[in-house]
């Protein structure tokens, strides 16, 4: 079969990754935080092969509730008539980060010094942390230096952290919608770790694995509302009436009214998300996207940045809330400064922080001329 | 005394209101909802005294978590050498709104025809329901015409109210930061009510009034994040930790991190709020917020504020994400349309929505003109 005609197949499939793996770091792992993991566990997923002179790995770092299967939650990057990644041509590798819930070491696993889950004592994960696992893993795969690091969210702060901390590892780094939050987000951030703790099935945070606080947690995602936009919101739902036919206007039994569209959406956003994350994974990984600052421990802003060889693509989306594009631009700007080769993008987009997920082709179109 | 030093006494000392009390409808209210209140009680303070002409009576509406006593909550409107309210000139009447906690009927009232408190069995309230009991009461009061309505947020939507519903009672409506509510403020709402509900002590809304559900009624509050604003916040508190000494970078005991200054912040406002709310009584006031609609039931909107005869000053406050100027505006325009007269001013804040209440010297000079 012609190359073209298993592209074309591979394109209208699913694509499914052709190798994945579980990679231990036979060690103890020192933490920012001052705690150690004792051979933490890395799950990774890679699509296409290397290449002979092991030039074409591109690792895309997934956001909040991502996995190491890349081309399930972003398959728009592997598609089109111009795609950004091509499997003919790179290869693709996506890695679960410390914390989650997909098969990387996070709270959910059990500590080999105690032999029980980790829990609520599972320690504070710095993206650092993450990404200097992620650089022995990719050294472990053959990879000398990646063509190209590209992520959003919590990915795009992966992606500066490996610009800084690995500075010959990367050619081209990608970094959307990031940033280090600023005190809305971390309040934010807060509110929805609160609302998890104080449901009933909480438990201190060592509930049953069959009995979970999903009452916590869907409040917590829909805190996602924040992830969104004024805009798209006041054009998808307006304040009209949810669409199950309920009446806001109207009192029901005890407790409990009539919702409007919008707060019919997010308990149905909340609810979908319990069956596929974990209260004290999206503690964990909150707190990481908390204590995310790139130029932290360095003597300055642009001793770290001056560290970067590669070349650097930032981008802001013009309705993110949480990341606001001048925070990002700012960065950018600093970057330039300290003498990184490093360019803004803005994506104008109604769809706020969410809109690298929800726009995907949008932002394929901005990026395609990095790799002219 | 002369009436200058009267007056400066007065400014000097915190104002008590000349006479406070309860006044009941002896009838069965009919609600919007469709419910009935029986018998109900509105708690009203009164400052100054009714001039012979009966001309001088000013209404200040309260927002989510007033009270009748006006000059507690916002006493710079008293204050300053041209102070907005002159008590030698001016009598200002303060009314409780219905599902409050502060001597009104509300949830935490006995419902009369079972004996027992409503609690959540409360029914839905609407301003239009509060605008409808208050007219009784300035009725009763001997009070034909006011001089000035005036309110912020919820003050506001009861203004607009008075403004159309008794289109001859109401000379000068003065509405600060209030418009219906969009999807994102509908979708805020929502969650505020369900952190409460989700707190084991919530009980169904059947908690006992030793035992409230004190944790979700500080989420809830600290919801109050969406009625500040990003540049605020960023000034105030950035990416600072907590000013008592915890660390955000390093792990605590088990659930609970080092927190950051602004997580801190909501935590006490939470908290604090606990001493002086009630949580079925947010859970009612927000559901009246909802569902305020100024035109809703009219033949249109241009129909509902035709029938406006009152000089009506709507003001925006330039960063208020709940409800943005230009909705604030927009009615403006919209009642111009139909006839009204109607002006829209401008209030430029970084306080948010809360803007009436952190800089009302500044909302005094901006609205110092309308009574020129």
Redesign the interface.
Known sequence: MSTEAQSAIRAAAAIQPDLEGDYVIDDVVAL????VLVRPTQRYAMYGRLNAARDNAVFVAHALSGNAEVATWWPQLFRGAEPLLDLDRDCVIGINIFGSCYGSTGPGSVDPETGRLY???F??I?VRDMVRAQEKLITALGIRKLKLAIGASIGGMQVLEWAVLFPDRVTRAVSIGAA?????G???N??QR??I????KWA??YYSPDDEPH??L??AR??V?SY?S?PL??Q????KPNRTGEN????TA????G?????G???YQGHKFNDRFDANAYISIT?AM??F?PV?AHASPLAAYSRIQAHVTMVGISTD?LF?PEDVRSMAVVMAAAGARCDYREMASNHGHDAFLAEPEHLVRLLTPVFE
């Open positions: 920012e935080s001052g705690e829990g609520p004592t320690p504070l710095n280090p939050l600023g005190a809305m971390l309040g934010l807060h509110l609160q609302a703790m104080l449901d009933p201190g945070g009452g916590g869907a409040i829909a805190g509302i969104k004024v919101f006041e998808r739902f307006g304040r806001p206007w109207i009192s005890a407790g409990q009214n919702r409007f569209d919008v707060a959406f997010l308990d707190r908390d204590t600052d932290r809330w606001p």
